[in-house]
């Protein structure tokens, strides 16, 4: 991999974290700064379960929904993969979730929910650094450590 191939992808790695910690943070102004703006393209993101979002309106007022009904969010990513060709950028990643919505009366905390979520962030490249041009987030169907029943008995 040559230098300037590295070093974006360096840049494609820091502006995807930023991403995760902006939300962890709950810092809507920073989520906004990351996410194209709507001359540099129509911008789309997926949450899992939810219909597919289009356009900075959209997608930003999704953000803010969920930041104002999520007490606590922390992100464990693994698996993270980047891929660069020339202003475009493709990152893979798995999504540990730890999150917890409103405190019950009394508590600091309120329960705390564990998901996986498979996601994919396309970026570009703009003269103010890499933007996110579309998210994607698929819930990860947990096993259940259970054998399926067999259908037919010996």
Known sequence: ???AARTDVEAVELANTAFYEAMERGD???ISELWL???QGAISCVHPGW???TGRGEVLRSY???MANTDYIQFFLTDVKVSVAADTALVTCTEN???GGPAEE???LGPLVGQLVVATNVFRRTPDG???WAHHGSPVLAETGEEEPDDNPS
């Open 1 to 3: 991999m040559s230098d």
């Open 28 to 30: 809507f102004e920073e």
């Open 37 to 39: 703006d709507d001359s």
């Open 51 to 53: 219909p597919v979002l």
């Open 64 to 66: 803010a929904l969920i």
């Open 97 to 99: 979730i730890l999150s």
């Open 106 to 108: 009394g508590a600091d």
């Open 130 to 132: 890499w933007r996110i």
